[in-house]
């Protein structure tokens, strides 16, 4: 009893061409994110598929007469090389904006240390720090941006705009050499800094005379003992400090000396670099100063690179 095909009518079984899907297919493994998958196509006649189940045919039930694989995966390659993109923009990302972060907190740390430094010269009285400072750095970046402006100016006539930009790198420049002739006000207020109070001064002053000063004169007794009520044993122990008190003021007034020393050859060092700096000057027209000075300007980063490695060379 098998059932036989009736002329006429479509065969028994699948259809002539049918195709099927078909996941991991001996010879074809599956890789990660691309699963493999292929078509298998069963490709025979309508006698054959006929045969085939009617069970005439050479054929068995287990059988095909031809099969066809068709590989469906993506190109791995092409896959792999904009995976790889995307990974090195990330990267690249992540780094422009670690670089971004350390150089905001840099310039804030920096701004911090400005702030404490002009506080620290403020509480000193010193002329380099304070309000003054702060107006001559403030009209110097006017100076600068006005520089900037004539610069970019096409419409001022040639002879005018030189005119105005040597009258600008003048005044520029003579506000940087006010602040270095303030030395010798500096080197007086640091003295004073160091110059003991008036008391301190006659302290210094009465423990560090000779032994006939406290023995023949009428001065030590009177103050020690009837103004200051001292007792005997005290002005011992004060006067044994004599020694220790003479190296305190040999080394004050050695100081001072060293001061006067520091004043001026700090004076000689800057009359010698302002005429070397006038000297390289000379070699350049005005236009071409301003420029050199609005980089500068502009190019923050790299002056406080090159100023952190100044004293290193």
Known sequence: GLPTRMEGTQPLGPPASRAYRKSNVKGYPEEKGFPSVQTVKFEHSSDQASDHWSGTGAGNHDSVDALQFEDLRPDNRMARKAELARESRKRKKVYIQNLQEKAMRY???????????????????????????????????RLLKRMADELRDTKKPGNEKKEEIKKLLETFTSNSRNRQHQISGLVDQVKDCLTPGLQAKYALWLLTQDDRFYNESTFWPSLAYQEIGITADQAERLKANKKLMTERRQE??????????????????????????????????????????????????????????????
Request: charged letters at 30%; proline letters at 1%; a positive charge.
């Open 107 to 141: 310039q804030a740390k920096v701004e911090q240390l400005e702030k404490r430094q002009a506080r620290f010269l403020s509480t000193l009285g010193l002329n380099g720090g304070g309000r003054d400072e702060q107006n001559r750095r403030q009209e110097q970046m």
């Open 252 to 313: 004050l007034n050695k100081t001072l000396s060293d001061l006067e020393t520091l004043r001026e050859r700090a004076i000689r060092h800057v009359n010698s670099l302002n005429e070397a700096i006038d000297r390289m000057q000379s070699h350049l027209n005005p236009e071409q100063r301003a420029k050199f000075a609005v980089w500068v300007a502009k190019n923050k980063w790299c002056m406080e690179m090159m100023s952190a490695l100044w004293g290193k060379q």
